[in-house]
C-alpha cells in the first residue's frame, strides 16, 4: 500500500517552545516514520501578520529549521520546505479564492477571533484587517492540496481551517470534475501545552513560554517564578500537587520520582524550592541533545540551507504536478 501524504504547516515568527514540541512537532517525528511528510515553513502566511516587518520572518525560517531539525525531523524522511519558494501554491490561491465568499471566511471561528484580537489591537475601524488576512484560509487549502494532504497534524484551533478547506476541495471538484482529494485532521493528543504562570496555553505572545534553544540561567529563572499552590506558604505546609505548575512540568518531561514526589508534597515533606531545581535539572536533561542539535546546524550553516533547498526543489515537483492537474480541470491548460 502506498504511504499516505501528511502535510502541515508553521509560521517563522519565532523560535520553537516547549508547548510546539508536546503539543505538535514531537507528533510529526514520530508521524515520519509511517508517512509521506511534508512540513511546510508559512513565510507567505506569516507575512500576512508581519507584512511590515519582513525581517523577522527572514530570520526565523533559518531558526525555525535548525530547531526543527534538532527536535528530530528527518530529511531523509520529512520534506522540509519554504512556501514562498512555491509558487504554485500562490497560483493555486488565486483559482480557490474564486471559490469562497466573502462572508464564509468571515464566519470562519479562526478568522473571526483572529479578527476580534487585532480589533482589539488596532481599534474598531477594522482597518487592521487586510485581504490577505482574510484569505489566508484559502492559502492555506492551496498549502495542503498542492501536495495531496491526506492528513493534517493540527490543534483544535485549527480545526476550522480545515474544514474551510474542505470546502473549497468539494466546490472545485463539483464544478471543475474530481481533482482534488478532501485533507482529513490528525489530532494530537496534547492539544494543548500550559504555560508555567499557570495560564491554560504556552504562547510567545503570553510572554509565558520556554525556548528549546533556552540556556539553563534562562531556564532557571523561568522554573523559580513558575505558579504553585496558592495556599503552600511555608516548606512544610501541605499542598496539592495538582494545581501546581512545576507539578504540571514535572508529569509533561517526566520523572521517575513523581509518585514519591506528589506524596511527599501533599504530606508536606517536600519544599517548592526543591521541587523547581529538580524541574531545571530533569529540564536541562531533556534539552540537552535538542541544545546540542541546535548547536551543530549553527554551525553548519551551509548544511541546513542544503536541506532546504533540496526540500523546497522536492516539494515544488509535487507543487507542479498538482498544478498541471487543476488547469486541465479548469480547461485553462492552452496548447497543450
Ligand atoms: N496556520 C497554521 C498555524 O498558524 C500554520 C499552517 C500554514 C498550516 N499552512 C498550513 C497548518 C497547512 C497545517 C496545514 O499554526
Keep these: 500500500m502506498e504511504k499516505k501524504n501528511i502535510l502541515t504547516g508553521i509560521r517563522p515568527t519565532g523560535r520553537l517552545h516547549l508547548g510546539h514540541y508536546?503539543?505538535?512537532?514531537?507528533?510529526?517525528?514520530?508521524?515520519?516514520?509511517?508517512y509521506n511528510t511534508y512540513v511546510e515553513i508559512a513565510d507567505v502566511q506569516a507575512l500576512t501578520d508581519n507584512f511590515d516587518n519582513p525581517e523577522k520572518?527572514?530570520?526565523?525560517?533559518?531558526?525555525?529549521?535548525?530547531?526543527?531539525?534538532?527536535?528530530?525531523?528527518d530529511p531523509e524522511k520529512t520534506t522540509l520546505f519554504i512556501q514562498s519558494m512555491i509558487p504554485e501554491i500562490?497560483?493555486?490561491?488565486?483559482?480557490?479564492?474564486?471559490?469562497?465568499t466573502i462572508a464564509r471566511l468571515e464566519r470562519n471561528p479562526t478568522v473571526k477571533t483572529e479578527i476580534k484580537q487585532k480589533k482589539e489591537l488596532f481599534g474598531?475601524?477594522?482597518?487592521?484587517?487586510?485581504?490577505g488576512f482574510l484569505g489566508y484560509p484559502v492559502?492555506?487549502?492551496?498549502?495542503?492540496?498542492?501536495?495531496?494532504?491526506?492528513?493534517?497534524?493540527v490543534g483544535e484551533d485549527q480545526l476550522p481551517l480545515l474544514e474551510q478547506c474542505r470546502e473549497i476541495v468539494r466546490k472545485f471538484n463539483n464544478i471543475y470534475g474530481e481533482t482534488l482529494s478532501e485533507p482529513e485532521a490528525y489530532l494530537s493528543e496534547n492539544k494543548r501545552i500550559k504555560g508555567l504562570d499557570g495560564n491554560d496555553k504556552m504562547g510567545k505572545s503570553l510572554g509565558n513560554a520556554i525556548y528549546l534553544c533556552d540556556d539553563e540561567e534562562t531556564i532557571r529563572k523561568k522554573v523559580?517564578?513558575?505558579?504553585?499552590?496558592?495556599?503552600?506558604?511555608?516548606?512544610?505546609?501541605?499542598?496539592?500537587?495538582?494545581?501546581?505548575m512545576v507539578n504540571y512540568?514535572?508529569?509533561?518531561?517526566?520523572?521517575?520520582?513523581?509518585?514519591?514526589?506528589?506524596?511527599?508534597?501533599?504530606?508536606?515533606?517536600?519544599?517548592?524550592?526543591?521541587?523547581?531545581?529538580?524541574?531545571?535539572?530533569?529540564?536541562?536533561?531533556?534539552?540537552?541533545?535538542?541544545?546540542?542539535?541546535?548547536?551543530?546546524?549553527?554551525n553548519n550553516p551551509?548544511?541546513?540551507?542544503?536541506?532546504?533547498?533540496?526540500?523546497?526543489?522536492?516539494?515544488?515537483?509535487?507543487?507542479?504536478?498538482?498544478?498541471k492537474k487543476v488547469k486541465e480541470a479548469i480547461n485553462i491548460n492552452y496548447f497543450e
Excluded at 525555525?64 to 527536535?71: E, G, P, R
Excluded at 492559502?139 to 497534524?153: E, K, R
Aim: glycine letters at 6%; aromatic letters at 6%.
Design 57 to 73: 520572518v527572514r530570520k526565523s525560517v533559518k531558526e525555525l529549521a535548525i530547531d526543527l531539525l534538532a527536535v528530530g525531523i
Design 22 to 34: 508536546f503539543g505538535a512537532t514531537r507528533n510529526w517525528v514520530a508521524l515520519q516514520d509511517k
Design 124 to 131: 474598531n475601524n477594522g482597518e487592521g484587517i487586510t485581504y
Design 249 to 298: 512540568y514535572h508529569k509533561l518531561i517526566g520523572n521517575d520520582n513523581i509518585e514519591t514526589l506528589c506524596s511527599e508534597c501533599k504530606k508536606g515533606e517536600r519544599g517548592c524550592v526543591q521541587c523547581k531545581k529538580e524541574l531545571i535539572e530533569n529540564m536541562m536533561n531533556f534539552l540537552k541533545p535538542i541544545h546540542e542539535k541546535i548547536k551543530y546546524y549553527e
Design 224 to 244: 523559580m517564578s513558575a505558579v504553585t499552590d496558592p495556599n503552600k506558604i511555608k516548606k512544610d505546609d501541605p499542598a496539592n500537587p495538582d494545581i501546581c
Design 90 to 100: 500562490a497560483e493555486l490561491t488565486v483559482y480557490y479564492s474564486n471559490l469562497v
Design 139 to 153: 492559502s492555506q487549502a492551496a498549502d495542503i492540496t498542492a501536495f495531496n494532504g491526506q492528513l493534517v497534524p
Design 302 to 323: 551551509e548544511e541546513v540551507d542544503n536541506i532546504l533547498k533540496n526540500g523546497t526543489k522536492k516539494a515544488k515537483e509535487k507543487a507542479e504536478e498538482t498544478m
